[in-house]
């Protein structure tokens, strides 16, 4: 008898599984492989490790489980830890860097790599305030210690490294980190170590004057000639996922394939017209440092003697060149490697984002260790029985089984099927408002495959009068107000960006971009200075060329970066009220610009900490919350994309529109590893919630791309007493029957 909730025959397997079928195999053989090297919480070997013979100052049995501890104490060698949902990897990482420190290892010698600088920072600090609160705590014990006792100890009171040097560790994203190497070695490499990075909007806009300098012949008859954004992403995609231009538009995008060729040329303009600007894309400051540890030996080993206790979190996320990064750093079998992921979260390969790297771990270092934490402290037994039975449709993976230690056995997760988005939308709305008394509202999170599938509810909890933020929209770099003031910044730092030249240039009346281009080329001409500005054929197109001159000589002398950036702000806002209406609300973002400034010194770590680790929001965006003390400004339900959501946790979590056709994307129905990205993407979303879990679908969904009308494959392949379902009319059914609508 079928005990899934749904006739599950209605669904069509993916087409390509036969071809791919080799490379599962060979997954399948690695994970299988490094399954064989789990190493278990060992009780003799841990006690060993936690001697109290070392002098070991931080209690790690006591704040940690067998299995973190296990992780924390394995500082040699080459390990996969692979981390479950909530199951702490940001306190083990914590603690084994803490554990180092305490076993002599100098913290130069530290790299840890991460996918966001507060994360980085997070586990840094800590480390720091655990080693710091610990030797405070053994004070009193230090002084009865015999002299022979503190000599045998890893690290004394005398040997603790303070806060200063633990500073030394270094720790951030894999772009902080390769950018910091390009700049320090810049002399070793050959490069120009004042180079700018341009972050996408602006690689987007190098690509499009490229292709109009250029006058490629496209044949615009046949078929329109890609929009920047296309052509950038195709190029990005190319180079991390180590796929030819060529196959890569004939696999994804067809329509295009009559200007492959051309698309060919642009990239390699694209490339050199970087090279030769001193400009570097994101991909460019990872790729370019692999580049040179295959092909400089001097570099390499500078590095590899350098860096001798590697820690990479979130590995699941790593594409080809981050791997191949850390790969050549971590080669010699004296350097310690610990890479800490969960194989069912990898869900960024939008991103270039590679899921093999992780499952194939075992296979790069046949030597490796596994070590698994399952012990999960997020959410009840109940919501982490679905998750597992969810973990069980996942093909490929390391074996894993979460468990609670939770008392409280709580609710199954509820699945609702309503007539339609409007009724799904007042259902959600409903159930915040019936738990709110024992909620606020910032326990809510409304977590949506795509943005747009969030709109029938942000209406709905407008007219409910339901607070609510919603995650995403454009980022505080990429707005436009933003991108011209640090347009000229940059040029002040490196007068090559012809890019910045462009952007300011333009905003210009009578400046267009034939004009920009013959100024930008005068400028470099005469060894980047300014004056061309003054040139009487240019200054003749517009009044503001010589204004432009006085701010940019006049900041260029500038003491600090706080007053170049009021400089160019008293230049900029008057021509900011001409071309925005909404110029007030937008100026409300420079007082962002100031803060950041004043933290640092120079333009070059202004500019680096802007492009690879910018704020999230704007303040314009985020409203006038932040001026006023009533907390409750901030008690708002959030509506986010599950990507967007990825790592954070609220006690109640619905997930909306769980139709087949939207998720799964129906793009991904006909593709085997597609597909599993999207089931991934549904365990990250149903992994978020503590207590309460919610899955709601309206009954059909029709747009251009179709009409979808079955519930999510998702649901409807999981056996049915791992959830409850509930009606609007009915209370809720609890069955071992299954259901079929």
């Known amino acids: 008898?079928?005990?899934?909730?749904?006739?599950?025959?209605?669904?069509?397997?993916?087409?390509?599984?036969?071809?791919?079928?080799?490379?599962?195999?060979?997954?399948?053989?690695?994970?299988?492989?490094?399954?064989?090297?789990?190493?278990?919480?060992?009780?003799?070997?841990?006690?060993?490790?936690?001697?109290?013979?070392?002098?070991?100052?931080?209690?790690?049995?006591?704040?940690?489980?067998?299995?973190?501890?296990?992780?924390?104490?394995?500082?040699?060698?080459?390990?996969?830890?692979?981390?479950?949902?909530?199951?702490?990897?940001?306190?083990?990482?914590?603690?084994?860097?803490?554990?180092?420190?305490?076993?002599?290892?100098?913290?130069?010698?530290?790299?840890?790599?991460?996918?966001?600088?507060?994360?980085?920072?997070?586990?840094?600090?800590?480390?720091?305030?655990?080693?710091?609160?610990?030797?405070?705590?053994?004070?009193?014990?230090?002084?009865?210690?015999?002299?022979?006792?503190?000599?045998?100890?890893?690290?004394?009171?005398?040997?603790?490294?303070?806060?200063?040097?633990?500073?030394?560790?270094?720790?951030?994203?894999?772009?902080?980190?390769?950018?910091?190497?390009?700049?320090?070695?810049?002399?070793?490499?050959?490069?120009?170590?004042?180079?700018?990075?341009?972050?996408?909007?602006?690689?987007?806009?190098?690509?499009?004057?490229?292709?109009?300098?250029?006058?490629?012949?496209?044949?615009?008859?046949?078929?329109?000639?890609?929009?920047?954004?296309?052509?950038?992403?195709?190029?990005?995609?190319?180079?991390?996922?180590?796929?030819?231009?060529?196959?890569?538009?004939?696999?994804?995008?067809?329509?295009?394939?009559?200007?492959?060729?051309?698309?060919?040329?642009?990239?390699?303009?694209?490339?050199?017209?970087?090279?030769?600007?001193?400009?570097?894309?994101?991909?460019?400051?990872?790729?370019?440092?692999?580049?040179?540890?295959?092909?400089?030996?001097?570099?390499?080993?500078?590095?590899?003697?350098?860096?001798?206790?590697?820690?990479?979190?979130?590995?699941?996320?790593?594409?080809?060149?981050?791997?191949?990064?850390?790969?050549?750093?971590?080669?010699?079998?004296?350097?310690?490697?610990?890479?800490?992921?969960?194989?069912?979260?990898?869900?960024?390969?939008?991103?270039?984002?590679?899921?093999?790297n992780i499952l194939l771990f075992g296979e790069t270092y046949p030597q490796a260790k596994l070590i698994k934490l399952e012990q999960n402290y997020r959410s009840t037994p109940a919501v982490l029985d679905y998750i597992n039975a969810l973990s069980e449709q996942i093909t490929l993976g390391y074996q894993k089984q979460l468990y609670s230690g939770a008392r409280l056995n709580g609710h199954k997760p509820i699945f609702c099927r309503l007539s339609d988005e409007t009724k799904e939308a007042k259902y959600i709305a409903d159930k915040i408002i019936e738990l709110k008394p024992d909620y606020d509202y910032n326990d809510f999170a409304i977590l949506c495959r795509t943005s747009f599938q969030s709109n029938y509810v942000q209406l709905e909890f407008m007219e409910r009068h339901i607070p609510f933020i919603v995650v995403g929209g454009i980022k505080f770099i990429e707005r436009r107000h933003i991108k011209d003031v640090l347009a000229f910044v940059k040029i002040l730092y490196n007068p090559n960006d012809t890019i910045s030249w462009h952007r300011i240039l333009t905003l210009f009346k009578g400046v267009g971009a034939v004009t920009a281009t013959k100024l930008t080329q005068a400028i470099n001409a005469d060894n980047h200075s300014f004056e061309p500005l003054l040139a009487a054929p240019f200054a003749k197109k517009s009044e503001q060329l010589k204004p432009l001159y006085t701010v940019l000589s006049k900041a260029s002398q500038a003491e600090s970066v706080k007053q170049i950036i009021e400089d160019i702000l008293e230049f900029y806002i008057p021509i900011l009220k001409i071309i925005e209406d909404n110029w007030r609300e937008r100026s409300e973002d420079f007082r962002v610009l100031k803060n950041l400034a004043q933290e640092h010194t120079s333009l070059d770590s202004f500019l680096e900490n802007l492009a690879l680790d910018p704020p999230n929001d704007s303040v314009a965006a985020l409203g006038k919350s932040e001026s006023t003390d009533n907390s409750s400004d901030n008690d708002k339900v959030t509506i986010s994309t599950i990507h967007s959501a990825k790592g954070l946790e609220w006690p109640i979590v619905f997930v909306n529109s769980l139709v087949d056709g939207l998720t799964p994307h129906y793009r991904s129905l006909s593709d085997f590893e597609e597909l599993e990205e999207e089931r991934k993407l549904f365990y990250v979303a149903c992994s978020r919630a503590k207590s309460s879990l919610y899955l709601t679908a309206p009954d059909y969904f029709a747009s251009y791309s179709g009409y979808f009308d079955k519930p999510s494959r998702f649901i409807a392949e999981l056996p049915v007493d791992k959830v409850a379902v509930e009606t609007v009319t009915k209370p809720i059914v609890e069955s071992d029957e299954p259901l079929w609508w």
């Open 1 to 356: 008898m079928n005990t899934t909730i749904f006739d599950t025959r209605h669904y069509q397997y993916p087409q390509n599984f036969i071809e791919i079928k080799p490379k599962i195999q060979r997954l399948e053989q690695a994970i299988k492989k490094l399954e064989a090297n789990l190493i278990d919480a060992d009780a003799e070997v841990l006690s060993q490790r936690l001697s109290n013979d070392l002098g070991l100052r931080v209690d790690y049995a006591h704040e940690l489980n067998p299995n973190q501890l296990l992780a924390a104490t394995t500082i040699d060698g080459k390990v996969l830890v692979i981390a479950g949902a909530g199951s702490g990897k940001t306190k083990t990482l914590t603690y084994r860097t803490s554990y180092l420190i305490e076993n002599r290892v100098p913290p130069s010698q530290i790299l840890l790599l991460t996918f966001t600088r507060k994360a980085a920072n997070e586990i840094k600090n800590r480390a720091k305030n655990l080693l710091a609160s610990s030797l405070s705590n053994s004070s009193s014990t230090h002084s009865i210690l015999s002299d022979s006792h503190l000599s045998s100890s890893p690290l004394s009171n005398n040997h603790l490294p303070d806060n200063q040097s633990l500073n030394d560790i270094t720790s951030g994203t894999f772009h902080s980190f390769c950018n910091r190497l390009l700049r320090q070695y810049s002399g070793l490499l050959g490069i120009n170590s004042r180079f700018t990075i341009l972050d996408t909007g602006d690689a987007e806009d190098a690509i499009d004057l490229i292709n109009k300098e250029k006058k490629y012949p496209t044949q615009t008859n046949i078929q329109a000639f890609p929009r920047k954004k296309t052509l950038q992403n195709i190029i990005s995609t190319s180079r991390n996922r180590r796929i030819y231009i060529r196959d890569l538009i004939e696999n994804n995008y067809p329509d295009i394939a009559v200007h492959i060729p051309i698309i060919e040329q642009l990239a390699m303009d694209f490339h050199e017209y970087k090279r030769a600007n001193h400009l570097y894309d994101f991909d460019d400051i990872i790729s370019q440092v692999v580049r040179y540890l295959k092909t400089n030996d001097k570099f390499r080993q500078l590095i590899q003697q350098t860096y001798r206790y590697i820690m990479v979190d979130e590995y699941q996320d790593t594409n080809i060149p981050q791997k191949q990064l850390i790969d050549l750093i971590c080669k010699p079998e004296s350097v310690s490697l610990m890479v800490v992921g969960d194989d069912n979260q990898s869900i960024y390969a939008f991103r270039g984002a590679n899921y093999e």
